[in-house]
């Protein structure tokens, strides 16, 4: 079992930055992949970011260049950066982690509102 908890949201304007975190708790950290989803209104969850349990980053074509993931295994914890923050970035976002052999387990999710 883990527990995820993010931190860092709040309001920007465009051109700012934020960083999000996401602290883990009651399991190994480090045997899992971890990943930031967003959901904006009306539209379906996607993947923002994703860090492997080995450091293998991925990203959106859509944050390429702007956003960056990382994760402090002694810390248990993963980071988004996200600059040049742009308004269609607005969403409530997710930490997610996951393994093969386990069902995934979801954060509660951190509003990021992006103003114009």
């Known amino acids: 079992q883990v527990q995820l908890v993010e931190s860092g949201g709040g309001l920007v304007q465009a051109g700012g930055s934020l960083r999000l975190s996401c602290a883990a708790s009651g399991s190994t950290f480090s045997i899992y992949h971890m990943a930031w989803y967003r959901q904006a209104p009306g539209k379906q969850r996607e993947l923002v970011a994703a860090i492997s349990s080995v450091g293998k980053t991925n990203y959106a074509d859509s944050v390429k260049g702007r956003f960056t993931i990382s994760r402090d295994n002694g810390k248990n914890t993963v980071y988004l950066q996200m600059d040049s923050l742009k308004p269609e970035d607005t969403a409530v976002y997710y930490c997610?982690?996951?393994?093969?052999?386990?069902?995934?387990?979801w954060g509660q999710g951190t509003q990021v509102t992006v103003s114009s």
């Open positions: 997610n982690a996951n393994n093969p052999l386990v069902n995934p387990y």
